[in-house]
């Protein structure tokens, strides 16, 4: 008489190796979507022209990521106005980001979606 549960393990070492493959496929095509959505971000950037436009600093903010047993990185974030009333946000270096302070006035070099540089205005009081 043959045993009820012997398919049963044949089941699982023919599914098993099938989910991991699935999993594994899953995990590569999101890499593959990853680098691929940040080249064609990349490429439309490129084709738009480089502008500067005077700006105004309006907010500032942080996003923190990791943290507790793991490392933690920070990600800097800042909106400009423009003259029109329009604002955009962009992503910045840590290094930019703390060199601007909300209100902060000057001209906002950006090509598409990348920021390139802000310019104070010089603001030089005399002490006449």
Known sequence: M????????DIMFTIGPI???????II????????????VKWNKNNQQP???IPAK??????????GG?????????????FPSGDRTEFQLKGEEYG????????????QGTRYLGFTRNKH???NR
């Open 2 to 9: 043959e045993d009820f549960y012997t398919g049963g393990d």
């Open 19 to 25: 989910f991991i493959f699935v999993v594994f496929v």
């Open 28 to 39: 590569i095509g999101l890499f593959i979507f990853a680098i691929i959505s940040s080249i």
């Open 50 to 52: 480089r502008l500067s």
């Open 57 to 66: 600093v309006v907010t500032k903010r942080t996003s923190v990521h990791g």
């Open 69 to 81: 047993e793991s490392s933690s990185y920070s990600n800097y974030y800042i909106t400009f106005e």
């Open 99 to 110: 060199m601007l302070v909300e209100g902060d006035s000057g001209e906002l070099q950006f």
């Open 124 to 126: 030089i009081e005399e």
